[in-house]
């Protein structure tokens, strides 16, 4: 059996890659999907599409159009859902996913620091599984497989 997990969270840092990594040596069965990681491209993706829009409003909301569909799609597709809350970033992406996730009755994990508990408190509770590093993560991966 194989497991489609959706990585949603910010897409500045190399999150995904080191999670991937760490599942990859623990031999996990999973095929992970998520945004567009190119920042330049996701924002761009609606005039790549779409032609030059008449402001920055109708450029943003032409890629966020897009963008909302591929999350939409490949959110549909996937067995579980991980969302990472970390510190440096603004988590609006993560929230919203966190909870299309929920909504569509999807597995979720929850990736946060400590310090950011108390204002995610109540998606936390509605996860599945809150924990606070990526190695946490993988290794609620690896149990769903585990035998024994």
């Known amino acids: 059996m194989e497991l489609v997990a959706y990585l949603a969270g910010e897409i500045h840092s190399d999150w995904r890659k080191e999670l991937k990594q760490m599942a990859g040596s623990a031999g996990l069965p999973v095929h992970f999907v998520g945004p567009m990681e190119n920042h330049d491209r996701s924002d761009l993706i609606g005039e790549e599409i779409l032609g030059e829009q008449p402001s920055p409003i109708f450029r943003d909301e032409a890629a966020s159009k897009i963008n909302n569909l591929r999350t939409q799609v490949l959110m549909d597709k996937a067995d579980i859902v991980i969302a990472l809350f970390g510190e440096k970033y603004k988590q609006w992406n993560t929230a919203m996913d966190a909870?299309?996730?929920?909504?569509?009755?999807?597995?979720?994990?929850?990736?946060?620091?400590?310090?950011?508990?108390?204002?995610l408190k109540e998606l936390s509770q509605k996860a599945n599984v809150t924990v606070e590093s990526l190695d946490q993560a993988v290794n609620v991966l690896g149990y769903i497989f585990a035998e024994e």
């Open 99 to 119: 909870s299309a996730a929920i909504q569509l009755g999807k597995p979720l994990i929850l990736i946060r620091p400590e310090k950011l508990h108390h204002p």
